[in-house]
């Protein structure tokens, strides 16, 4: 009995994650709607997700490092939210477009400090036999929390202006920095690779970040075994092997999601809906995506993964397309619906069985050898094909129009499932 209520004070830093994630959860989006708000462009959106994508690559690799270097926990997750709150009422003061860039730049670094003391709190708080329930705890946490940031800022940004709406998740950010107080330092840290033990464990993570494994090359403690310390004899990857298929698929997904994620709210604004109506389609397709996450399990059990990631991308590719079909067609409140449910088909259903089942294929394909180095080269492909996406969605919309942006997003999704079944038949 002491010990089960031992474990649970010292779960009690979770919670954290609801406040965290309402603060959190939307802000990608949010920041777009801001931008345009503040009569900026959807170039201006697209430099601020790729300003931001950069700043995930590069937080990544040094608060990945920074924590296994000094085996803390409570500073870096404080740090990281109280660089929350500091730039969330910055951007909400700065009301000029380059100055909203540039702090959203620093608050995504920021953020990410406290990506690698979460994995470690839970593997260092639970046994090991409890970590996918510590993990899946964690997200199921996250998710809460998401779901009501977007019920949040969809309900207040009906009736306020974007600054004060972002003003208002400051507080939710010094909640989430409260709860700091129940995290204890562990006696017995572990390493960062311990999540490679698991499927369930490496799934979850690269649910909240993709870019978990990416390493600054040379930058290791002297004495310690590094993933980038390679011979070479031993090359990292061979020729015709199934992970390089896998690593191409996963670089021209994240262009097209990234295309389509950075385009889709500003495009809804440019029909003339507002913040809240944006907000609300948002919302509902979290809301879908976190209960098919929870699902897929038992949807992808037992059948050949690659057909199912491939049946996914084509329906979350075909959505994209007639997204863009919608935008030429339709107006007014058969737009808005069209737009609510073909999200919620790409980017609820069809992203959450695409990614649970690529996770998989990932896991599998990097087999037993070099496993870091391999899953840090794939963070790299996701952190570049977030950074491209995001400008090629900007000038397309601009340019173009943003029914041309979704149907190019579409394109690149199908294309990846094209990648990925031929990576099959040749790994045959």
Do not use: C
């Not at 040379?218 to 310390?229: K, M």
């Not at 963070?379 to 969605?393: L, N």
């Amino acid at each position: 009995m002491p010990l089960k209520h031992y474990r649970d004070r010292s779960a009690r830093w979770l919670y954290m994650m609801v406040p965290y994630q309402i603060a959190y959860g939307p802000l990608s989006n949010i920041i777009i709607l801001y931008i345009l708000q503040i009569n900026g462009t959807v170039v201006d959106a697209s430099y601020a997700v790729a300003v931001s994508n950069i700043m995930w690559i590069a937080a990544s690799a040094f608060w990945g490092r920074m924590v296994e270097i000094y085996d803390k926990r409570k500073i870096f997750v404080a740090s990281s939210l109280l660089g929350l709150a500091i730039s969330l009422a910055g951007i909400a003061l700065i009301k000029n477009v380059l100055g909203v860039i540039i702090i959203y730049g620093i608050l995504t670094f920021m953020v990410i400090a406290n990506s690698m003391p979460f994995n470690m709190l839970i593997m260092e708080t639970n046994p090991k036999d409890r970590w996918a329930h510590g993990f899946s705890r964690l997200q199921m946490l996250s998710t809460i929390g998401v779901v009501f940031g977007y019920v949040i800022t969809a309900f207040l940004s009906g009736f306020l202006p974007l600054d004060y709406v972002i003003l208002m998740l400051v507080p939710f950010s010094i909640i989430a920095l409260i709860f700091t107080k129940f995290i204890h330092e562990p006696t017995s840290p572990f390493p960062k690779l311990s999540i490679l033990s698991s499927i369930q464990v490496l799934g979850g993570r690269f649910l909240s970040n993709p870019l978990l494994f990416i390493k600054i090359p040379g930058f290791a403690r002297r004495g310690n075994a590094s993933s980038t310390n390679l011979s070479a004899s031993q090359p990292i990857l061979k020729k015709g092997e199934y992970i390089n298929n896998l690593y191409i698929a996963v670089l021209v997904f994240f262009i097209g999601s990234t295309i389509f994620n950075t385009a889709f709210p500003a495009g809804l604004t440019a029909q003339g809906f507002s913040n809240s109506d944006v907000l609300s389609v948002l919302l509902v397709g979290n809301i879908v995506q976190a209960v098919i996450f929870y699902k897929s399990g038992m949807l992808i059990e037992k059948r050949v993964k690659s057909k199912v990631a491939s049946s996914a991308l084509m329906v979350r590719g075909l959505g994209y397309i007639s997204v863009g079909i919608s935008f030429i067609l339709l107006t007014n409140i058969a737009l808005l619906g069209a737009s609510v449910i073909l999200y919620t088909i790409a980017a609820g259903i069809a992203y959450a069985i695409f990614y649970a089942t690529f996770n998989t294929m990932v896991f599998e394909a990097v087999g037993n050898e070099k496993r870091g180095t391999k899953l840090g080269i794939y963070s790299g492909f996701v952190g570049f094909g977030s950074f491209v996406g995001a400008p090629i969605a900007g000038y397309l919309s601009y340019y173009i129009g943003y029914w041309f942006a979704f149907m190019a997003a579409g394109a690149f999704i199908i294309a990846t499932a094209g990648v990925i079944l031929l990576g099959r038949k040749s790994a045959k």
